[in-house]
């Protein structure tokens, strides 16, 4: 499949992550520059880590089997993505940077106390790390499957690289690393995307839409409306919740530099979820035309359909371009991975270290402890893909969707109506967490899907398709209702369980949340020109390698997509050398 070519672009690939690392290492002066970049990040990084950060190798993989398999319906609902970002654009992004926290449970201590900070800390954390070995695992059983490596030396070489990454430069790096890890994203997908829509299997736009599968549009072939309509409203429900979940999506916006940076950065968020999901899943819809016979592609993947964006990324590639697509690949999922090792790290050497064992433990003590633990965690994220690998049963779509509901749901619940919701006592939000878990795992274990739909007045039998998406509708549904109704019920309680130090802490909490960040007075400090130089180096670096590829034995065509795609990363480096000379440097050198 791939040649030596493609295996020392990915090499150079994974050198270049860890280099990022040592870039940006010297820039961490503490703990709030190692685990959220000191608030400084600017706009337009942050704007492309967070996008980097909502992509995984699921996308590619998981999300692209079922795009293979459904065709437009879920193209539809990453589309409808850009409705919650909107409302955070002009509701929360502000907000959520004006909360001025170092992490996440800083600001649940001061939203809920300090009992529900180390409950999400024990809670949150392990999920996290677990979250981290399913996205490792995905990501290795895609490199296993299609380029030929073995699995668990897979797992191990990804899980170095990220913790190298995490552990030498945190936030920043982290940030920067997303960054060009979108660009390739881009990059490589628009490739695909356009050399795709120039088969003449395809036939260019109009060939494409004269030649898609019945089933790709009229969803009713493969599901009854009410099953398929209804999908939609659940990924729909999780989308916007996901979006304003402070512990996920939030979370990137404790980073940006102020208010305005981060509605900045959340309108590149919005442009991005119209752009990429299309030029994404166009190719695996292209494939799914074709006469790829992809269980013998991929004989190692339980579901051939997985391996679809790869089988037709090898078909339009030239040699040395498919280890490119690959780095695309690893770029979806390192950015996650490579986040919430940091996140983690953060939780609990800040809100446990910091605050239960060691209260006077000085900056430099939390920053080297963030870079020790970084490193354990980057090796339990390890330890538990490969527990994945030996264990993993049902498909990956399946398998990730069971994780959202069990684990996922339980926490986004509290955390999103915490903040839009104030008068509830401090225990509302770990006992909702308990009660929409038990919720889930009730309903997983205990739910006969069949009599479920017979009771809604459904026609049984399901097929296959109908019943897994079923299961997820009914689980999904009845533990966002338990959580939400468990949530405003303890805002009975309020008047009578919730202090007076309590109901200080909150108001003072809201209005942090309205009062914009005042650099000067608040000390804040500014970063902007190292962002800018390092930046624009990393660019010309990883640029100018790209474009060495037009040394690989290809025809002239194949060799000019690494000029182009090298070059793209050389012009936007110029750019930001451009603006630091023209804007930066004459400040510094006032």
């Given at each position: 499949m791939?040649?030596?070519?493609?295996?020392?672009?990915?090499?150079?690939?994974?050198?270049?992550?860890?280099?990022?690392?040592?870039?940006?290492?010297?820039?961490?002066?503490?703990?709030?520059?190692?685990?959220?970049g000191?608030?400084?990040?600017?706009?337009?990084?942050?704007?492309?880590?967070?996008?980097?950060?909502?992509?995984?190798?699921?996308?590619?993989?998981?999300?692209?089997?079922?795009?293979?398999?459904?065709?437009?319906?879920?193209?539809?609902?990453?589309?409808?993505?850009?409705?919650?970002?909107?409302l955070?654009?002009?509701?929360?992004?502000?907000?959520?940077?004006?909360?001025?926290?170092?992490?996440v449970?800083?600001?649940?201590?001061?939203?809920?106390?300090?009992?529900?900070?180390?409950?999400?800390?024990?809670?949150?954390?392990?999920?996290?790390?677990?979250?981290?070995?399913?996205?490792?695992?995905?990501?290795?059983?895609?490199?296993?499957?299609?380029?030929?490596?073995?699995?668990?030396?897979?797992?191990?070489?990804?899980?170095?690289?990220?913790?190298?990454?995490?552990?030498?430069?945190?936030?920043?790096?982290?940030?920067?690393?997303?960054?060009?890890?979108?660009?390739?994203?881009?990059?490589?997908?628009?490739?695909?995307?356009?050399?795709?829509?120039?088969?003449p299997?395809?036939?260019g736009?109009?060939?494409?839409?004269?030649?898609?599968?019945?089933?790709?549009?009229?969803?009713?072939?493969?599901?009854?409306?009410?099953?398929?309509?209804?999908?939609?409203?659940?990924?729909?429900?999780?989308?916007?919740?996901?979006?304003?979940?402070?512990?996920?999506?939030?979370?990137?916006?404790?980073?940006?530099?102020?208010?305005?940076?981060?509605?900045?950065?959340?309108?590149?968020?919005?442009?991005?979820?119209?752009?990429?999901?299309?030029?994404?899943?166009?190719?695996?819809?292209?494939?799914?035309?074709?006469?790829?016979?992809?269980?013998?592609?991929?004989?190692?993947?339980?579901?051939?359909?997985e391996?679809?964006?790869?089988?037709?990324?090898?078909?339009?590639?030239?040699?040395?371009?498919?280890?490119?697509?690959?780095?695309?690949?690893?770029?979806?999922?390192?950015?996650?991975?490579?986040?919430?090792?940091?996140?983690?790290?953060?939780?609990?050497?800040?809100?446990?270290?910091?605050?239960i064992?060691n209260?006077?433990?000085?900056?430099?003590?939390?920053?080297?402890?963030?870079?020790?633990?970084?490193?354990?965690?980057g090796?339990?994220?390890?330890?538990?893909?490969?527990?994945?690998?030996?264990?993993?049963?049902?498909d990956?779509?399946?398998m990730?969707?069971k994780?959202?509901?069990?684990?996922?749901?339980?926490?986004?619940?509290?955390?999103?109506l915490?903040?839009?919701?104030?008068r509830?006592?401090?225990?509302?939000?770990?006992?909702?967490v308990?009660?929409?878990?038990?919720?889930?795992?009730?309903?997983?274990?205990?739910?006969?899907?069949?009599?479920?739909?017979?009771?809604?007045?459904?026609?049984?039998?399901?097929n296959?398709?109908?019943?897994?998406?079923?299961?997820?509708?009914?689980?999904?549904?009845?533990?966002?209702?338990?959580?939400?109704?468990?949530?405003?019920?303890?805002?009975?309680?309020?008047?009578?369980?919730?202090?007076?130090?309590?109901?200080?802490?909150?108001?003072?909490?809201?209005?942090?949340?309205?009062?914009?960040?005042?650099?000067?007075a608040?000390?804040?400090?500014?970063?902007?020109?190292?962002q800018?130089?390092?930046?624009?180096?990393?660019?010309?670096?990883?640029?100018?390698?790209?474009?060495?590829?037009?040394?690989?034995?290809?025809?002239?065509?194949?060799?000019?997509?690494?000029?182009?795609?090298?070059?793209?990363?050389?012009?936007?480096?110029?750019?930001?050398?451009?603006?630091?000379?023209?804007?930066?440097?004459?400040?510094l050198?006032?």
């Amino acid at each position: 499949m791939l040649t030596g070519w493609d295996y020392a672009v990915i090499g150079i690939y994974l050198a270049f992550m860890m280099g990022i690392g040592f870039l940006w290492s010297r820039i961490n002066k503490n703990a709030s520059d190692f685990f959220r970049g000191g608030g400084n990040i600017l706009w337009w990084i942050n704007g492309m880590s967070s996008l980097a950060v909502g992509l995984t190798a699921y996308s590619f993989t998981a999300a692209g089997a079922k795009v293979f398999e459904t065709g437009f319906l879920l193209v539809i609902v990453y589309l409808i993505g850009i409705v919650p970002y909107l409302l955070i654009y002009f509701f929360l992004a502000a907000r959520y940077r004006q909360m001025r926290a170092v992490t996440v449970c800083d600001a649940i201590r001061r939203r809920f106390g300090k009992p529900t900070e180390q409950f999400w800390v024990w809670t949150a954390l392990p999920i996290g790390l677990f979250q981290g070995g399913i996205m490792l695992y995905v990501i290795s059983l895609f490199v296993s499957a299609a380029v030929g490596f073995p699995i668990v030396p897979t797992i191990v070489v990804l899980a170095i690289v990220v913790t190298v990454l995490a552990s030498s430069g945190g936030s920043y790096a982290v940030s920067a690393s997303d960054f060009i890890q979108m660009l390739i994203i881009i990059v490589v997908s628009a490739t695909i995307f356009i050399r795709c829509m120039m088969l003449p299997e395809v036939g260019g736009f109009t060939g494409f839409f004269d030649k898609l599968p019945e089933h790709y549009i009229n969803f009713n072939v493969f599901e009854r409306p009410a099953v398929w309509i209804s999908l939609m409203m659940m990924f729909t429900t999780v989308n916007v919740l996901r979006a304003l979940d402070l512990n996920t999506n939030g979370a990137k916006f404790l980073t940006v530099k102020d208010g305005s940076h981060a509605k900045k950065a959340c309108m590149m968020m919005i442009i991005g979820t119209a752009v990429v999901p299309l030029i994404a899943f166009t190719p695996v819809m292209a494939a799914g035309m074709m006469d790829f016979d992809l269980p013998s592609m991929f004989p190692n993947l339980k579901s051939a359909s997985e391996g679809a964006y790869v089988a037709i990324a090898m078909k339009v590639l030239p040699q040395g371009m498919m280890g490119l697509m690959v780095c695309s690949i690893f770029a979806a999922t390192l950015s996650s991975m490579d986040t919430a090792l940091n996140k983690n790290a953060g939780f609990f050497v800040k809100n446990f270290y910091g605050d239960i064992i060691n209260p006077k433990a000085s900056e430099k003590t939390l920053l080297r402890l963030g870079r020790v633990f970084s490193v354990v965690f980057g090796g339990i994220v390890m330890g538990a893909a490969i527990l994945i690998s030996m264990f993993r049963e049902a498909d990956l779509f399946s398998m990730l969707l069971k994780f959202n509901v069990l684990l996922q749901f339980p926490l986004i619940i509290p955390m999103v109506l915490g903040i839009l919701y104030r008068r509830t006592p401090g225990w509302s939000c770990w006992s909702t967490v308990l009660v929409s878990m038990s919720a889930a795992w009730l309903t997983q274990s205990l739910l006969d899907i069949e009599q479920f739909c017979a009771a809604l007045g459904m026609e049984l039998p399901l097929n296959a398709l109908e019943a897994k998406d079923m299961t997820f509708i009914a689980s999904g549904l009845i533990t966002l209702l338990a959580g939400t109704a468990w949530y405003f019920l303890t805002a009975l309680f309020y008047e009578k369980s919730a202090t007076k130090e309590y109901r200080e802490s909150v108001d003072s909490f809201y209005k942090d949340m309205n009062t914009p960040i005042d650099h000067e007075a608040e000390d804040t400090g500014n970063q902007d020109a190292a962002q800018y130089r390092n930046m624009s180096l990393m660019c010309f670096v990883y640029g100018g390698a790209i474009c060495l590829g037009f040394l690989i034995p290809n025809a002239i065509g194949g060799r000019m997509l690494f000029i182009y795609c090298g070059g793209t990363f050389l012009a936007i480096g110029g750019l930001l050398r451009f603006i630091f000379n023209r804007k930066i440097k004459p400040e510094l050198e006032k």
